[in-house]
């Protein structure tokens, strides 16, 4: 089915485990991004990509990493889980500086 | 600073009302966006409007990029029109989406 999917939808890990959430999209839009959102502090960026092999920081990407090797997958690492790193994780993708569509979401809970 | 509020935060109306959103977005900020996040969490795309007015169904948008705001029209409201309505805009030279803290609506049957 054509789109933008996240993997897992629903993680639960512990404190300083490694976790890798996954974002596939299917229309080759070049710019992908990853937000996050928690109460209080509504939707933010974390990193987002322009194109493959080309990544910059967003608002809060302290504690994470991202890569994209390949236009359609844009995967979101956290390196060393943190209890502050619990959230609700959203992809999206646009062509440019236009409409973003949004992923059905992430949530992690890191105990 | 950037900035992108929005009002009001929460509304309440009863099915069949209509209502109007706000968003004010600073000097930095462009290429505005409206949002709506339904009771599941699903971030649903409403509009991409820079300037100008669109109109989809019962929705419709404004925005006034010289006076920096955009108001989100919804008429005869339904309870699927609950859930919480963003707007959010780009950092001007930038590929950055910046989003408004959201206007919660309810719609009451």
């Known amino acids: 089915d054509a789109g933008i999917t996240q993997s897992p939808r629903y993680k639960i890990t512990e404190t300083g485990r490694q976790v890798t959430l996954m974002c596939h999209q299917t229309?080759?839009?070049?710019?992908m991004f990853w937000y996050r959102q928690d109460l209080g502090h509504g939707l933010r960026l974390i990193y987002y990509?322009?194109?493959?092999?080309?990544?910059d920081k967003g608002e809060v990407p302290d504690g994470y990493v991202v890569s994209r090797s390949k236009t359609e997958n844009f995967p979101l690492t956290l390196e060393s889980a943190t209890r502050s790193q619990t959230s609700v994780y959203f992809c999206?993708?646009?062509?440019?500086?236009?409409?973003?569509?949004f992923g059905p979401g992430t949530r992690l809970l890191v105990l | 600073g950037i900035q992108v509020e929005q009002s009001p935060p929460d509304l309440i109306l009863q099915e069949g009302a209509n209502s109007t959103l706000r968003c004010n977005f600073s000097d930095s900020v462009n290429n505005l966006q409206w949002f709506h996040q339904n009771p599941w969490g699903q971030l649903i795309n409403l509009f991409y409007i820079p300037s100008g007015t669109k109109q989809n169904g019962r929705l419709s948008a404004t925005t006034v990029a010289t006076e920096r705001y955009s108001l989100l029209y919804i008429s005869s409201s339904q309870t699927t029109d609950s859930g919480v309505y963003f707007c959010a805009g780009h950092i001007q030279g930038a590929q950055k989406l910046v989003f408004g803290q959201g206007t919660r609506l309810t719609i009451n049957p």
């Open positions: 229309w080759s839009h070049s710019y």
């Open positions: 999206a993708s646009s062509f440019g500086q236009e409409t973003q569509y």
């Open positions: 990509s322009a194109a493959a092999d080309i990544t």
